[in-house]
């Protein structure tokens, strides 16, 4: 990334001073190793340049040039809060695993988002709306999105509405790594895991068995059903659409969004050399229609990250907050200057603005390491978990919520 963005600076600043003469004056100041270079030093080889009767707009020109490539190569190289795991919700033990793959272990920052966001698919630590054995759908079922990105190629592998398969975001990496697609979903996408060699199970316990009997039991309330007869507050249906012209636009979403159903597990790894991936899986809501595929493994939506900035994750209610990508928002507003949690919060404003009563949040990062992080309603208060190495143990973060008070 730098060495191409060297040479272009190098080209511009050529054109500008119009002369190719004058290059070799910028192959001398410009050192091979510019992390070597002090900036003391420049100034003194440019003053030296400028003795040789160099024209003095040539040497402005080249002191901020040389200036700007001398703290770009700075920002990249030095990062003292890198390595990196943050990550949406108190999950303790997935940054703890994502911790040991990226610091102990040598394992690449994709190899850690996957073996940390596993650990809530595998050993079920991370709430009944990751993994196996979650909530279940309007027949009974469990199914799975995830979705797993890199910000230095923007490669994207990601499944929806994943049956019979625990791993789903290693399913997700392997859509990633042996195809040129980005998302797979349904009956196919388990095609595809057998394929690639993963297991099938039953996604059911007993726990998503009785409750689903509950929910039966209870009218099949709450429901994600409008516009339909019979009553789909009052009946679990078949139901029929109802016939009319023109529906108005709501003013409200999700009401079943809480504490108990939000559970999506979003992660960013930044390495230490500054190169990041994130991701994300869950099982969604509980008692969604069958065949609903979430925000989690929609690109710039769930997750976004980009190396030449930072990355964003996201978690709450999907279906409002998909329609309005604010991971790739955050990561947009940063790239223009705002500090993560600026940028989380400018994120989720638009989402407020038409859905004051949602619940969602943003957990943002730089590519240097600053965090942050934004959430609105969720009962008033959110928690996301980081691990630096100045910390001794991953730490939960407790944020206060904006709050829809109409």
Not at 82 to 111: C, M, Q, R
Not at 154 to 181: C, F, P, W
Not at 252 to 273: A, E, R, Y
Not at 292 to 300: E, K, L, M, N, T
Request: charged share 20%; glycine share 10%; net charge neutral.
């Amino acid at each position: 990334m730098f060495k191409n963005d060297f040479k272009e600076k190098k080209r511009l600043l050529l054109r500008k001073l119009g002369s190719i003469e004058h290059e070799h004056y910028v192959n001398f100041i410009l050192p091979k190793k510019p992390e070597n270079f002090t900036f003391d030093e420049t100034v003194a080889q440019l003053t030296d340049i400028f003795a040789l009767k160099m024209n003095a707009v040539y040497f402005m020109r080249l002191l901020v040039f040389t200036t700007s490539v001398i703290a770009s190569k700075i920002m990249i190289s030095k990062h003292p809060s890198l390595p990196l795991v943050i990550n949406t919700w108190p999950f303790v033990e997935a940054t703890e695993k994502a911790w040991s793959v990226i610091y102990h272990d040598g394992g690449s920052n994709l190899d850690a988002v996957e073996k940390g966001c596993s650990v809530c698919e595998i050993q079920r630590l991370c709430g009944d709306s990751v993994g196996y054995g979650g909530h279940p759908d309007e027949t009974g079922k469990t199914t799975l999105d995830a979705m797993i990105m890199d910000g230095a190629t923007h490669q994207v592998g990601s499944v929806g509405n994943l049956k019979r398969v625990k791993n789903a975001i290693s399913v997700a990496r392997a859509v990633m790594d042996y195809t040129e697609h980005t998302l797979l979903v349904g009956n196919d996408a388990t095609m595809f895991a057998i394929e690639m060699g993963f297991p099938i199970y039953n996604l059911e316990t007993n726990k998503t068995i009785q409750e689903f009997k509950n929910w039966l039991h209870n009218k099949c309330q709450p429901n994600y059903r409008k516009n339909v007869v019979p009553d789909h507050t009052k009946s679990c249906g078949s139901y029929k659409p109802i016939l009319q012209q023109k529906f108005g636009l709501p003013s409200f979403s999700h009401q079943t969004i809480s504490k108990d159903n939000h559970d999506t597990i979003g992660m960013l790894v930044i390495d230490k050399n500054g190169n990041i991936a994130g991701g994300t899986t869950t099982n969604g809501m509980d008692h969604k229609v069958p065949g609903r595929v979430g925000d989690s493994p929609i690109i710039g939506s769930g997750a976004y990250v980009d190396n030449d900035i930072g990355g964003a994750v996201g978690t709450g209610d999907g279906d409002i907050m998909m329609r309005f990508v604010p991971s790739f928002h955050a990561v947009h507003l940063m790239q223009n200057g705002l500090s993560p949690e600026e940028a989380a919060s400018g994120a989720l404003k638009p989402i407020i603005k038409k859905y004051p009563h949602f619940s969602g949040a943003i957990v943002a990062a730089s590519i240097s390491g600053e965090y942050g992080a934004a959430c609105h309603n969720f009962g008033g208060a959110a928690q996301y978990t980081v691990r630096t190495s100045s910390m001794q143990n991953a730490t939960v973060f407790s944020i206060k919520c904006s709050m829809n008070n109409k």
